[in-house]
């Protein structure tokens, strides 16, 4: 006879279960909170020799699935990536509502992906946040299998040099800048910070005696790791001048009272700079590849540009920046003495 499970509460459905000879079958109690009363439920079941005469549980749905994956995710994730995750999970949450989860397939999510209108980093967005949603129901037994695990990502489109801002053009948006703009663009071009990591600085995240910025919030919090930003002092007289107007709070509020810039907010403003300064227009996240870029460059050991930047390795180096590597480096000096 098949080993009989403990209850076990299912989020999608708000119900308490035990697995009994194979089958997931409810047990008549609801509530996360009514452990108790499912535990007594299942003793008398099993006292009596008895199954639960409740049906076999239903299938989930593909709106099941990202419903619970998007009320999981919010407070867990970022607001910015919840944002992402409801902005390519909705639509086609919308096109595939009524379909049983695991009757998805591959090559319908990946035919999904193929519009004409998205491009190849777009693609490969939706098809991670798909990933995501499906991996996280099978971890929490909303569904049995994950039927998309083998789900292909085509490769994003680097943006690499296109995204670049010259020494010129930041001198130009600085001296046309707000006040309160001003000093995010020097940390941006000063740090190589990701606009985020910036944009939630507050005064007790800075150690002006290590010279160092910890984060407790940013983009692999939720992995576990740590980001530490470097300051060299030009940008630790920028975060003085910061913290005089703001001891309390962010150093960079929004427009909103206690609200930080937003990804789109921060877009918005540089376009207008562009604008006003007369340059070609250009990204916030254009900064840390200018970074990424002048440190490799000039000579900068690549496991070092990677600490600095807040990655583990120096993969995502060589992916946007080959050409510029010790590698390279290497590879060339090697070509010059053969030919």
Known sequence: MAKQSKPWFRESKGTWYATLDGRKVSLGVKGREDEAEAVKAWHRLMADGQKP????VKAATVKQVIDGFLADAEGRVTPGCQRNYRLFLLPFCKR???RGAEALTVAEAEAYARKPEWSMTYRSNFLASLTSAYRWAERGQVIDRNVLRHLRKPPKASRGAKALVSADDHARLVAYASPLFRPFLELLWLTGARPGEVAGLKAEDIDFVQAVAVLTHHKTAHLGKSRTIFLSPEA?????????IHPE???FPGELKGERLSAQAIGRRLFRLCEKAGVKPCIAYGYRHTFATDALANGVPDAQVAALLGHSGTAMLHKHYSHLTGQARALRDALGKIR
């Not at 005469?53 to 076999?56: D, L, Q």
């Not at 630790?236 to 005089?244: N, S």
């Open 96 to 98: 595939f509502a009524p």
């Open 53 to 56: 005469k409740a049906a076999t």
């Open 236 to 244: 630790i007289a920028v975060l003085r001048e910061r913290i005089a």
């Open 249 to 251: 709070g962010l150093l």
